[in-house]
């Protein structure tokens, strides 16, 4: 597909006004700035707990990015485009051949992420309180899974723990880093069969619902005074009907991992004083060092993109790596196990 990302950076491909052309990418997607609007286009990857392997697969999966996505931000998720014709002279919703497909979104400035906001020291105890206001009302707002439904059980927990274990020890062969990811993978088993009825109980008392299930800094937008996520998991229905508490530790962690345990007590305490889902707090310390090895499977993940620089490599590696200590500094450190009950008093 490199020959077709290539022609889709000329600007005449585009039925509007070109400012800037700019390719971002990921370990699963091409991201085509213009200006105006972003074009995102799924990369023909297979990694198991994602599958965009296929045209056909791609095609659904822009439809249920669209679709999801619109529950946070119809301002900014606009259409399902098709590209077409050949990949040499490539045009957008064409009338020939279906090459591939791509979500049409709104372009935002951004310097507007909250991932950005953080690390210029614009983030403020103010839009914590906006952050959690509008996560409570979009998890008080969602479907709640059905108790017999496969959704937050604790066959599917015990899984997507074990898989981020899998896929960084595929990509990662630094000692240390292994070290700690055997120590980190011991304490999440233990911690998992202690904590088996407490995750049945939540689902029974109606805590898993469909929501977004990649909340962290990165995929949030300040517009206008208002919060609003975005990118949400299309791909694995399993990772977004989850337990409300794994989303608000996500954002916890990244927080934390920011040096900012201010502006995570200032979220966490208002979304509680907001949703009232004080109960299985237990939980949450299990969730936090979760959601690391997430980021660190996803750093690991990126390590296997072609045609990158050494640098960027080892900025990944660098990152990986991080989330990694992050996680061993959850079950060592003690004042982390008892952080969030402080920010309670």
Same mark, same amino acid.
């Given at each position: 597909?490199?020959?077709?990302?290539?022609?889709?950076?000329?600007?005449?491909?585009?039925? +509007?006004?070109?400012?800037? /052309?700019?390719?971002?990418?990921?370990?699963? @997607?091409?991201?085509?700035?213009?200006?105006?609007?972003?074009?995102?286009?799924?990369?023909?990857?297979?990694?198991?707990?994602?599958?965009?392997?296929?045209?056909?697969?791609?095609k659904h999966?822009?439809?249920?990015?669209?679709?999801?996505?619109?529950?946070? #931000?119809?301002?900014?998720?606009?259409?399902?485009?098709?590209?077409?014709?050949?990949?040499?002279?490539?045009?957008?919703?064409?009338?020939?051949?279906?090459?591939?497909?791509?979500?049409?979104?709104?372009?935002?400035?951004?310097?507007?992420?909250?991932?950005?906001?953080?690390?210029?020291?614009? %983030?403020?105890?103010?839009?914590?309180?906006?952050?959690?206001?509008?996560?409570?009302? %979009?998890?008080?707002?969602?479907?709640?899974?059905?108790?017999?439904?496969?959704? !937050?059980?604790?066959?599917?927990?015990? $899984?997507?723990?074990?898989?981020?274990f899998r896929?960084?020890?595929?990509?990662?062969?630094?000692?240390? /880093?292994?070290?700690?990811?055997?120590?980190? $993978? =011991?304490?999440?088993?233990?911690?998992? /069969? @202690?904590?088996?009825?407490?995750?049945?109980? =939540?689902?029974?008392?109606?805590?898993?619902?469909?929501?977004?299930?990649?909340? +962290?800094?990165?995929? *949030?937008?300040?517009? +206008? $005074?208002?919060?609003?996520?975005?990118?949400? *998991?299309?791909?694995?229905?399993?990772?977004?009907? /989850?337990?409300?508490?794994?989303? *608000?530790?996500? %954002?916890?962690?990244?927080?934390?991992?920011?040096?900012?345990?201010?502006? #995570? !007590?200032?979220?966490?305490?208002?979304?509680?004083?907001?949703?009232?889902?004080?109960?299985?707090?237990?939980?949450?310390?299990?969730?936090?060092?979760?959601?690391?090895?997430?980021?660190?499977?996803?750093? #690991?993940?990126?390590? !296997?993109?072609? !045609?990158?620089?050494?640098?960027?490599?080892?900025?990944?590696?660098?990152?990986?790596?991080?989330?990694?200590? %992050?996680?061993?500094?959850?079950?060592?450190?003690?004042k982390h196990?008892?952080?969030?009950?402080?920010?309670?008093?």
């Amino acid at each position: 597909m490199a020959n077709l990302i290539n022609a889709l950076l000329n600007p005449s491909v585009y039925n +509007h006004t070109v400012d800037k /052309i700019e390719l971002l990418q990921t370990h699963i @997607s091409w991201i085509i700035l213009t200006g105006d609007f972003a074009y995102k286009i799924k990369k023909p990857v297979d990694f198991g707990f994602l599958d965009f392997s296929s045209l056909g697969k791609r095609k659904h999966y822009c439809e249920e990015e669209l679709r999801l996505n619109r529950r946070f #931000a119809p301002q900014l998720y606009l259409d399902v485009v098709t590209i077409t014709d050949s990949e040499e002279l490539p045009v957008i919703n064409g009338t020939g051949k279906v090459l591939e497909y791509a979500v049409k979104m709104q372009q935002f400035p951004t310097e507007n992420l909250l991932s950005n906001m953080i690390n210029t020291g614009g %983030l403020r105890k103010t839009h914590m309180d906006w952050l959690a206001k509008s996560i409570a009302r %979009l998890h008080q707002q969602a479907e709640v899974a059905e108790t017999k439904s496969e959704f !937050g059980t604790l066959v599917v927990i015990e $899984e997507q723990v074990k898989e981020n274990f899998r896929q960084i020890r595929h990509h990662v062969q630094n000692t240390e /880093i292994l070290e700690q990811l055997d120590a980190i $993978e =011991r304490w999440s088993t233990e911690t998992f /069969i @202690s904590l088996q009825t407490v995750f049945q109980q =939540r689902k029974q008392d109606g805590f898993i619902r469909e929501c977004h299930g990649d909340l +962290h800094l990165g995929n *949030i937008i300040l517009l +206008h $005074e208002e919060i609003i996520p975005f990118d949400c *998991i299309e791909f694995s229905a399993n990772l977004r009907w /989850i337990d409300v508490l794994s989303e *608000i530790a996500f %954002l916890v962690m990244d927080l934390e991992d920011h040096q900012r345990p201010d502006l #995570a !007590g200032r979220f966490q305490n208002k979304y509680l004083e907001l949703t009232g889902d004080y109960s299985h707090l237990n939980v949450f310390q299990f969730y936090k060092a979760y959601r690391a090895m997430v980021r660190a499977k996803v750093n #690991a993940l990126r390590l !296997g993109q072609e !045609g990158m620089s050494q640098s960027e490599i080892d900025a990944i590696y660098k990152q990986c790596k991080n989330y990694v200590a %992050l996680g061993n500094r959850y079950i060592t450190d003690r004042k982390h196990h008892y952080a969030w009950f402080q920010w309670l008093r």
